[in-house]
């Protein structure tokens, strides 16, 4: 289970919503349903509100809300723009439901209709001044840093809150942070603890992670939300006037937002701003319809701020919840679930300057000491104490995980590690020039986070030869991320490609005889050098001296296809290669460092661009090859017009001298099987190389956004998504002397285009499984596919 843990985490972050802290022990769980008596369909994001109080929640996209509520008669009042108020009367004395509420819509007058000036409506001119508040405080700050506390709790849905086992997953974390203007965040975990069924590594929730209403935009994975308190918010909400409250001893007025547009990702809900001074005291939202999840529902948000000192307004709790459902039942974990992220702040400073290292280029920093944290320290750490349900949660979870595995236990055990070597290409491959690859191999980080060890064996059963592969890094300088490196290879490598870079056809070479890629030998040792030059940037010099040698196809082996003929293996021109290359990367994605490991952050929107150089020529060192090769690649992740991700990718090769086959530019077929998200889908089995290429491909996923911006019956309610693709690519020999078996090699002489479009959300019943379609037709005129119909499961 605990190898399950971590992806079921990443599925959760890819949203967050929001929820009030857990109840207290002497507080009840009261439930119920709104109804629109006209329709009797259920009434979405209507505010019930606990009269007396400053109490109040939304009801979620099924009309139902739930409240904590200590034991005693109260009075609820249930409201919505368009309808009338309805209240009721509930007893509370123990966890219950209550009478289904119905909310009566208003009539439509549309006998006389009175123009009011905006300026005179009292909810536009709270609103207004509001955001002129906020944007006056962030103008008087540089920067701040506050301490936090987070804690993350998954459970199962269908069991009772305080019930013993309902808790599937926690975690805790301490952190402080630091913001500087004009938005430049860096968090630092300083402790943490979890659940035995999540290793320490994978803890990385932290504050940065929840909403920032402060902020314009709010990134939502492929969505940009209007903030309640944008500039412009009032271009995309309207906002009525609820209710009058006196909290501590103030006015605060309590207004009602929605989305002008339906058609548009926008929040719905509540936000409570303070008379006089226009401060905004909370913040309690909901998704409107046009935010779309896939097996996320009901997500929400809160936001609770106080004076902090020197007239500085910010939040100090925050929180959010959502649930999960999954169609197909996901071992060990239930089928419908709930988390709640909430977080406490505080220990605000404010314009100390001394920023911390490598601010802007590293997101989150893990402390050496942080799973240190002495467990007896944690209550002193907590803003309140668990609940006994999270603290017989934290024994349940970890004796289940420690205790011996019976047959079963070790049968799934068995079958999970052997699926999950079936993927690491070190231990397990299988290939039309090795055949059945058993291997070893180890990374040894732990001597010291300055050296990194690297070592792998192995023997291919069809060929019936052993590799090595045996290296190490050490890094020079931290800051600049100097590292020096060397590597000693004698093993079977592929040639480059511009689709399957990393792809292991392992699968379905040996199900169907599908594999894109070709293969050569290669022995001999590399040194190389990276540093840092600027933020997010990388350059790598390499030396490269090896011998390489083409590799005959060894086994014509397949589970099913076994009629198939074999895709040969191109022959290389085998030589001494002596080599110098260069690459200098970009990369907008900030890092995580680890206990002084450095990782990339996967981030929904990102660029990279790559420009590299490789030079062997005998005029430098003794050679069998005189050649240049330079290629530039650009990818780019972006939202557009807030309908939806644009993916685009461009290439360019050049070369010149005489450039052997082991180093053309191939446009491969990829996976053949399965929708090509960043390449050509028709190409039916065939690489296309040359000494020079090009290649542009472009992708847009609308979602739903299309749709239902279409504003036509029918269409704007299609449950299903949109998205194109299309590409063109060129490969030619230009200026090149010709290898043995050039002519064999398909080229792209007059260019290679397609275009297509995919339709998704198929099966959301089987979520997390939940297919698309895609068509895809060739615009040229090659002898490949002029059409193709692939079936699969989109990816990011």
Do not use: C
Request: without cysteine.
């Amino acid at each position: 289970m605990k190898a399950l843990v971590p992806g079921v985490l990443a599925l959760l972050a890819t949203a967050t919503t929001a929820t009030p802290m857990a109840p207290q022990a002497d507080r009840h769980t009261v439930q119920g349903v709104v109804y629109d008596t006209v329709s009797t369909k259920p009434v979405p994001f209507a505010v019930v509100h606990v009269a007396g109080t400053d109490m109040s929640t939304l009801t979620n996209r099924r009309g139902r809300f739930r409240l904590d509520l200590s034991t005693g008669d109260w009075e609820l009042e249930v409201r919505k723009i368009g309808y009338g108020m309805a209240s009721i009367t509930v007893a509370v004395s123990r966890d219950r439901s209550v009478p289904d509420v119905f909310l009566r819509p208003l009539p439509v007058e549309l006998a006389a209709v009175t123009v009011t000036a905006e300026a005179d409506d009292p909810a536009m001119r709270i609103i207004r001044e509001a955001i002129a508040r906020k944007n006056d405080v962030l103008s008087r700050i540089h920067d701040y840093r506050y301490d936090a506390y987070v804690k993350f709790v998954v459970r199962d849905l269908k069991k009772h809150e305080d019930s013993t086992n309902a808790i599937v997953l926690v975690t805790e974390t301490q952190t402080r942070a630091y913001w500087e203007q004009p938005d430049t965040y860096q968090e630092t975990i300083v402790g943490r603890r979890q659940s035995s069924n999540l290793d320490a590594e994978n803890n990385l929730v932290s504050v940065g992670q929840i909403v920032n209403f402060n902020r314009n935009r709010i990134d939502l994975q492929k969505y940009s939300v209007v903030s309640p308190t944008a500039d412009d918010a009032l271009d995309h909400y309207s906002y009525y006037l609820l209710d009058t409250l006196v909290l501590d001893g103030r006015t605060v007025f309590r207004l009602a937002l929605e989305p002008k547009s339906a058609a548009s990702p926008l929040f719905v809900g509540m936000i409570d701003i303070a008379d006089v001074t226009f401060d905004v005291l909370s913040i309690d939202v909901g998704m409107n319809a046009a935010v779309r999840f896939d097996f996320l529902e009901n997500l929400r948000y809160s936001q609770h701020m106080r004076d902090v000192g020197d007239d500085h307004w910010m939040p100090t709790e925050i929180a959010f919840y959502g649930e999960v459902h999954f169609g197909l039942p996901i071992p060990g974990f239930p089928s419908h679930m709930t988390f709640r992220h909430t977080v406490s702040l505080r220990d605000f400073r404010f314009d100390e300057g001394d920023a911390p290292a490598g601010l802007g280029e590293y997101l989150v920093v893990v402390e050496e000491g942080a799973d240190d944290v002495d467990r007896t320290a944690w209550p002193n750490l907590r803003p309140e104490p668990l609940t006994e349900t999270e603290r017989s949660a934290y024994v349940r979870i970890d004796s289940l995980e420690n205790r011996p595995r019976n047959l079963r236990s070790h049968l799934f055990f068995g079958a999970g590690t052997a699926l999950v070597m079936s993927f690491q290409p070190d231990f397990f491959h299988f290939n039309r020039v090795e055949g059945v690859y058993l291997g070893a191999g180890a990374t040894l980080r732990d001597l010291s986070p300055d050296l990194i060890l690297r070592a792998k064996t192995g023997y291919s059963f069809s060929s019936d030869e052993w590799q090595y592969r045996f290296g190490a890094q050490y890094r020079v300088w931290e800051r600049r991320r100097v590292w020096i490196g060397a590597e000693y290879r004698d093993d079977v490598v592929q040639r480059p490609t511009m689709v399957s870079r990393t792809y292991n056809p392992t699968h379905l070479a040996l199900l169907g005889k599908v594999d894109p890629l070709d293969y050569y030998r290669e022995t001999g040792f590399t040194i190389s050098l990276s540093t840092k030059l600027l933020d997010f940037t990388r350059l790598q010099l390499r030396y490269n001296d090896f011998d390489q040698g083409s590799v005959p196809v060894v086994t014509d082996y397949s589970v099913f296809s076994k009629t198939k003929v074999q895709r040969d293996n191109p022959l290389i021109v085998d030589g001494r290669l002596r080599a110098l290359s260069a690459t200098f990367t970009y990369d907008s994605r900030p890092f995580l460092k680890s206990k002084g490991r450095d990782f990339i952050f996967n981030t929904l929107t990102y660029t990279t661009i790559t420009i590299g150089g490789e030079l062997a020529s005998p005029s430098f060192i003794g050679n069998d090859f005189d050649y240049w090769r330079y290629f530039l690649w650009i990818h780019r992740r972006q939202r557009t017009l807030n309908m939806g991700l644009t993916t685009l990718d461009g290439m360019l090769g050049t070369s010149s001298g005489k450039l052997p086959p082991q180093r053309y530019f191939t446009m491969d077929f990829g996976n053949g099987v399965f929708f090509e998200g960043n390449g050509f889908n028709t190409l039916n089995e065939s690489n296309f190389s040359g000494n020079r290429a090009a290649v542009l491909f472009a992708s847009h996923d609308f979602d739903q956004q299309l749709f239902r911006r279409s504003r036509i019956p029918l269409i704007r309610d299609l449950p299903v998504t949109l998205s194109v693709h299309g590409g063109v690519f060129w490969t030619s020999f230009v200026e090149h002397t010709a290898n043995p078996g050039d002519d064999m090699i398909p080229t792209a002489a007059t260019g290679y285009g397609e275009l297509g479009f995919g339709i998704g959300n198929l099966t959301p019943f089987l979520a997390p499984i939940n297919l698309s379609a895609w068509f895809t037709w060739q615009l040229s005129s090659y002898d490949t596919k002029g059409f193709t119909f692939l079936i699969g499961v989109p990816g990011q």
